[in-house]
């Protein structure tokens, strides 16, 4: 394939020649060629060229070694600016390849060529023997059969008009422009945790809460480049440097660039508590992100996979059934058609742009997750669901960051399709993040979700960036949507230690809080948390401690449509409502190592439904509050009252830090305790074990 590109290449160039011969050309004039008249100039470019090689190029030891006889193809250009340029090189060996490059980088700059009087390109094919022969003993019509073949390329500016550069005109070297471009970091809680001690301490007008955070914004703590310098690999060959220390493609011009990387999760394990002998996931892809000019960046990634988990999970994937043959539903991912007997096959897609026509405000548009909060859990907004779209504004000036989040989901439920179709639901997000002072930030949030009917889609309504939801849901009807206010805080005790916590508004009633009758209508939940940076003098190790708790019937609503949820997942926390829980987690990293350790303490509430008693207990946020067994003494873990525990530890080892490919192991223990065994509530132990490879973009949650 490389001879036939070689082929067509010389051929073309060839034609063009033979058709411009008669016109007024000049060949480049290498240093020292300028006193030769005009018909030597090609033998003495050829001359001088060929010397430098001689005089320059070390045949690698494996040639050598090898006793290797052949050549090196190279094809070569001359610039308007007379510059030389390697367009493309053919070896046998790699650092027979590199060698080339290298000795052509330091070719000296040359006069250019002329047609029809003005600066053009030229472009040359030259083989080069091995071992090397000196230009000396070559004869000139060996050198003109042999050593260089030149060939002139038209300038079509002087044909056509200005309207095409060559490509290699403006190629630059890559200059990781990612690492200050509007683009998005992928969100995992592994990675944010090597930034977040920067983000807090040296971020005192950084804003935390609204996530995925922009390059741009964490570089001004964070340097990325020299964390990804310090993890580089000394790699000369080409395939090493893609695997250890490069994306894949890299390309920069003038005013863009892009990168593309493959993407896997290829993982195997084994899950103690199932029939089948083991577990595994097979995902590949491609991830590509780029900008054009300053203002402009784009972002996709394709996923193809199949798996099968533990048991547990599996269950659970199937309990989110959509409605029509589809099987399950993987949490976070989306859904997933039968693969073999016991597998999923799941594709998924994300994407988006990002425009930012000013410093002070950036607008997304895309396919992908958001997510509100300081701590691992989000009660306000989390990434635990599929993926949606959204239009997303981020807006900021003085202490203030400002985010809207317009979404369109879907509630795939069979009571509520229509001739085969999901429903639609829309919601739309306001969170306001103020820096009080160094250490105290409040965040300020409001959320509506409302549902596409035969009389309403879109209500643009609330499209207002600054409207209270609560006024636009009174003005259209108690039951026209589901609105929810919340608020954050994060306070910084020291450089060291920081203080967080949310608290979520459903419905309240101020009477019953007073009478003490633990009343149905106050729907609410709380968090609160803190992060130990760099705990007990140990540099990069960060501890948290986190603790959350949502009472029965929160994010749930009469209109089952008008749940706060997607795709038969929580919008907020993945347990719904009517749970509490304390959560442990220590992550660590030392150059490409890493290591996270989690422990979730938990206690939640389901339902019966052992038809006898069919009453919602406030745990399943798609089922209508008017279900209700009782309107007083409401408690969290009511219902069938289940325990629950998952420990995790992971290890792991980054192959490559640019595309966050990582080698790891994961082990995994959940006990799974309720009070009461029912056809859908079972007492489990589960040890999951797994080990694999994977492309780190995004988090899993396996603590259900």
């Known amino acids: 394939m490389k001879q036939l590109f070689l082929f067509i290449f010389v051929l073309t160039q060839s034609i063009v020649f033979s058709q411009t011969s008669d016109t007024y050309e000049k060949s480049p004039v290498f240093p020292g060629c300028e006193s030769q008249p005009i018909e030597n100039l090609k033998s003495c470019f050829n001359n001088k060229i060929n010397t430098h090689i001689f005089n320059t190029l070390k045949v690698p030891q494996v040639a050598i070694d090898d006793e290797y006889k052949g050549d090196a193809k190279v094809l070569f250009e001359v610039d308007k600016e007379g510059t030389i340029h390697v367009l493309y090189v053919d070896a046998v ?202 203002k402009f960046n784009f972002s996709a990634s394709v996923y193809e996979s199949q798996g099968r988990f533990a048991q547990y999970f599996n269950e659970y994937s199937e309990s989110l059934k959509a409605f029509g043959p589809d099987p399950a539903i993987i949490p976070g991912r989306g859904i997933a058609k039968r693969f073999k007997t016991d597998s999923y096959d799941y594709p998924v897609a994300e994407a988006y742009l990002s425009y930012s026509p000013a410093n002070f405000i950036n607008v997304q548009f895309g396919h992908g997750k958001n997510f509100i909060g300081d701590g691992y859990r989000s009660l306000l907004q989390s990434d635990v669901t599929s993926p949606y779209p959204f239009l997303k504004l981020n807006t900021k000036f003085w202490k203030i960051k400002y985010t809207n989040t317009w979404m369109w989901l879907k509630d795939v439920r069979t009571e509520v399709t229509e001739d085969g179709a999901f429903l639609t639901k829309y919601m739309a997000n306001h969170y306001l993040s103020w820096n009080v002072s160094k250490r105290l930030n409040i965040g300020l949030f409001e959320s509506v979700m409302w549902a596409k009917t035969d009389n309403r889609a879109f209500d643009v309504n609330y499209l207002n960036p600054i409207i209270f939801f609560r006024a636009i849901e009174f003005e259209t009807g108690q039951d026209a949507g589901n609105a929810v206010v919340g608020a954050s805080l994060k306070y910084k005790w020291n450089n060291k230690v920081n203080l967080y916590g949310q608290f979520i508004l459903d419905e309240f009633s101020l009477n019953d809080i007073k009478g003490g009758e633990k009343s149905w209508k106050n729907k609410y939940g709380y968090q609160l948390g803190a992060k130990y940076y760099d705990a007990f003098k140990v540099d990069d190790l960060l501890l948290q401690i986190e603790y959350n708790r949502v009472r029965p ?152």
Not at 121 to 136: D, E, G, M, R, T
């Open 553 to 704: 019937y929160t994010y749930s609503h009469n209109t089952v449509a008008l749940n706060y949820g997607h795709n038969n997942q929580s919008m907020a926390h993945l347990w719904g409502a009517n749970f509490s829980e304390l959560i442990l987690i220590g992550r660590y990293n030392y150059k490409r190592w890493f290591a996270d350790a989690k422990l979730v303490f938990g206690v939640r509430g389901f339902d019966i439904n052992d038809g006898t008693d069919n009453f919602s207990y406030g745990g399943d946020i798609y089922r209508s509050y008017e279900e209700r067994p009782f309107d007083t003494g409401v408690e969290v873990g009511q219902g069938i009252k289940t325990n629950t525990f998952n420990a995790e530890l992971q290890g792991g080892y980054i192959i490559n830090p640019v595309s966050n490919l990582k080698l790891f192991t994961n082990i995994s223990f959940r006990n799974f305790d309720p009070n009461a065994n029912t056809a859908a509530l079972v007492k489990s132990n589960t040890t999951w074990f797994s080990l694999g490879v994977r492309t780190d973009l995004f988090n899993w949650y396996y603590d259900f």
């Open 93 to 294: 060996y790699d650092e027979l390849k590199d060698e080339v490059k290298r000795v052509f980088n330091e070719l000296p700059k040359t006069t250019p060529g002329t047609y029809n009087g003005n600066p053009t390109y030229y472009q040359y094919s030259l083989a080069i023997k091995i071992p090397l022969v000196n230009p000396q003993e070559v004869t000139p019509q060996t050198a003109k059969e042999t050593i260089v073949d030149v060939k002139k390329t038209v300038d079509l500016n002087e044909v056509v008009s200005n309207e095409y550069d060559s490509i290699n005109d403006n190629i630059v070297k890559y200059q990781k422009l990612e690492y200050k471009s509007q683009l998005n970091i992928p969100f995992t809680h592994t990675y944010y945790a090597r930034f977040d001690r920067e983000m807090n301490e040296l971020g005192t007008n950084s804003h935390t809460a609204a996530k995925p955070f922009m390059f741009d914004e964490v570089s001004k703590y964070y340097d990325f480049e020299a964390e990804k310098e310090a993890l580089v690999k000394d790699s000369e060959s080409w395939w090493a440097r893609k695997l250890w220390n490069e994306h894949l493609v890299q390309v920069q011009g003038e005013d863009y660039w892009f990168t593309i990387d493959p993407v896997f999760d290829l993982q195997v394990g084994k899950d103690t508590d199932a029939d089948f002998s083991t577990t595994y996931n097979n995902t590949r892809g491609f991830y590509i992100q780029g900008g054009l000019g300053k």
